[in-house]
Structures are given as structure tokens and as C-alpha cells.
């Protein structure tokens, strides 16, 4: 019977350090989980910050794509009588300031 006893003692020593093993590990794996989700709510405060920050760009894209365009519907055509032809005009002023040709009256 103290035999018996002895080796049930043994049996519980073991189911207890085991027991001991299994609260340490699970522990373990909630501060891992805590870990985890703190990192996890930094991910999305980043993400949301990202998203807010595309936000804006988007915006201020948007703006410059309006000023631009504003800009360029400013700018004669290239039909449009006003737009000067500084290329041909210089060449034309060169013609018309030279000298003229002798004329013979022959």
C-alpha cells in the first residue's frame, strides 16, 4: 500500500509540474497574444493615418489637375488668330527691312 502510495504521489508530483509547465506556456502565449494586438492596433492607427494622408493628396491632386487645366485652356490654340508666330514674324520683319531689289526698266 505505501508502495502504491509513493507511485501516486510520483504520478501527482508529475501532473503538477506539468500542470506548471502548461500555466507558464499559456502565459507565455497571452502576452504574445497582448504583443500581438498591440502591434495590430499600431497597423491600423498607421493605416488610418495612410488613408487619411491619400485622402488629401488625392485632394490636392485634384486641385492641381483643375489649375493646370485652367492654365492651359488659357493658352491660345494653335487656330487661334492672337497666338504670334515669333518664327515667321522675325523672318518676315528680316524681308521687309533689307534693302530692295534694283528694278530695270528695260
Do not use: C, F, W
Not at 500555466?23 to 493605416?47: C, I, M
Not at 492641381?64 to 494653335?78: E, F, G, H, M, V
Not at 492672337?82 to 518676315?92: F, M, N, S, V
Amino acid at each position: 500500500m505505501l508502495n502504491e502510495l509513493e507511485q501516486l504521489a510520483g504520478k501527482i508530483a508529475r501532473v503538477l509540474r506539468h500542470a506548471d509547465a502548461l500555466a507558464a506556456e499559456n502565459q507565455r502565449l497571452r502576452a504574445e497574444v497582448e504583443r500581438l494586438q498591440a502591434e495590430a492596433e499600431a497597423s491600423k492607427t498607421e493605416r488610418d493615418a495612410m488613408v487619411a494622408d491619400r485622402s488629401v493628396l488625392n485632394a490636392k491632386i485634384e486641385e492641381a489637375q483643375l489649375r493646370i487645366q485652367s492654365i492651359l485652356d488659357k493658352l491660345p490654340t494653335a487656330t487661334d488668330a492672337r497666338q504670334l508666330d515669333l518664327l515667321g514674324q522675325a523672318a518676315g520683319a528680316d524681308e521687309t527691312t533689307a534693302a530692295p531689289a534694283p528694278h530695270s526698266e528695260t
